[in-house]
């Protein structure tokens, strides 16, 4: 299938791209178009104007501000696995950008539209939870920012309003003792995973989410405590019951599955 019939236009500054889209009730922003061009292909999606602000300076900006990362919405996967921002060539986002599905698809994708878009599988989501990212986002009524974890709120859901943009991500620089974890399982390589984990320990700070869900990450809090504590690989029965708490609904074999996902994000971060 083909779109339905569209206006396109390209607006020269995140103000006038707000200002067309609350005149046009339903207009949709355009950056990467990864998920929105099959969404319009499938006709899924059928908006009357498409605003592109994949080239708007503002949010193809990244900087560090003081001990944060300042990451605009329409950087791409690439611009972050190839260390175009402040994150560098190494560690946890970098790596992450290199396991996005292929290339092609991390050449135009971005941050931004990746969190926007919200699928449960996808890796900014679960990565960026895990990170304790927040988002900067901005309307006609002014400015906010939200944790990422609170700005899921399920598959496809987020918490953005009517005319309202996400701008930049923002994470705080971890420490040089900083440890991490990711793993994901795929059929196919460069497909969603269908179970996926994150671990960040930094400091007296350790988070644990799992991926790849019905609805959105979720955080495993009470192993991240453990692992904290005693920084080491707790049994698979500790782990298991840990992922049962966390995500009741999935059967027994799937829950095997998550285990081995966990279990081995876990021994990433020991093992740095």
Same mark, same amino acid.
């Given at each position: 299938?083909?779109?339905?019939?569209?206006?396109?236009?390209?607006?020269? +500054?995140?103000?006038?791209?707000?200002?067309?889209?609350?005149?046009?009730?339903?207009?949709?922003?355009?950056?990467?178009?990864?998920?929105?061009?099959?969404?319009?292909?499938?006709?899924?999606?059928?908006?009357?104007?498409?605003?592109?602000?994949?080239?708007? *300076?503002?949010?193809?900006?990244?900087?560090?501000?003081?001990?944060?990362?300042?990451?605009?919405?329409?950087?791409?996967?690439?611009?972050?696995?190839?260390?175009?921002?402040?994150?560098?060539?190494?560690?946890?986002?970098?790596?992450?950008?290199?396991?996005?599905?292929?290339?092609?698809?991390?050449?135009?994708?971005?941050?931004?539209?990746?969190?926007?878009?919200?699928?449960?599988?996808?890796?900014? *989501?679960?990565?960026?939870?895990?990170?304790?990212?927040?988002?900067?986002?901005?309307?006609?009524?002014?400015?906010?920012?939200?944790?990422?974890?609170?700005?899921?709120?399920?598959?496809?859901?987020?918490?953005?309003?009517?005319?309202?943009?996400?701008?930049?991500?923002?994470?705080?620089?971890?420490?040089?003792?900083?440890?991490?974890?990711?793993?994901?399982? +795929?059929?196919?390589?460069?497909?969603?995973?269908?179970?996926?984990?994150?671990?960040?320990?930094?400091?007296?700070? +350790?988070?644990?989410?799992?991926?790849?869900?019905?609805?959105?990450?979720?955080?495993?809090?009470?192993?991240?405590?453990?692992?904290?504590?005693?920084?080491?690989?707790?049994?698979?029965?500790?782990?298991?019951?840990?992922?049962?708490?966390?995500? *009741?609904?999935?059967?027994?074999?799937?829950?095997?599955?998550?285990?081995? +996902?966990?279990?081995?994000?876990?021994?990433?971060?020991?093992?740095?």
């Amino acid at each position: 299938m083909k779109p339905a019939a569209f206006d396109y236009v390209r607006p020269d +500054c995140i103000d006038d791209a707000l200002k067309i889209v609350r005149q046009n009730g339903d207009a949709k922003f355009i950056a990467g178009g990864q998920s929105l061009g099959p969404m319009l292909n499938l006709r899924l999606a059928r908006p009357s104007l498409l605003v592109d602000i994949s080239r708007l *300076p503002e949010l193809r900006h990244a900087e560090q501000r003081s001990a944060n990362w300042i990451i605009g919405a329409a950087i791409t996967h690439a611009d972050i696995e190839d260390g175009r921002t402040p994150a560098g060539k190494s560690g946890m986002l970098p790596e992450i950008a290199r396991q996005i599905a292929y290339r092609a698809i991390r050449n135009r994708g971005t941050i931004g539209g990746s969190l926007a878009h919200a699928d449960a599988a996808a890796d900014w *989501p679960l990565a960026l939870s895990t990170c304790g990212a927040s988002v900067h986002l901005k309307s006609a009524a002014g400015t906010r920012t939200l944790a990422v974890s609170d700005f899921l709120q399920s598959s496809f859901t987020t918490a953005l309003g009517d005319g309202e943009m996400l701008t930049a991500v923002e994470i705080t620089v971890p420490s040089q003792t900083a440890r991490w974890g990711y793993y994901k399982l +795929c059929r196919k390589a460069g497909e969603f995973p269908i179970a996926s984990a994150a671990i960040v320990a930094d400091g007296d700070q +350790c988070r644990i989410f799992l991926g790849a869900l019905s609805d959105r990450p979720r955080p495993m809090a009470g192993l991240a405590g453990e692992i904290g504590r005693s920084r080491r690989l707790p049994a698979s029965s500790t782990i298991a019951s840990a992922v049962g708490e966390a995500a *009741p609904e999935i059967d027994h074999v799937d829950r095997r599955i998550f285990v081995a +996902c966990v279990a081995r994000a876990i021994s990433q971060a020991l093992d740095q």
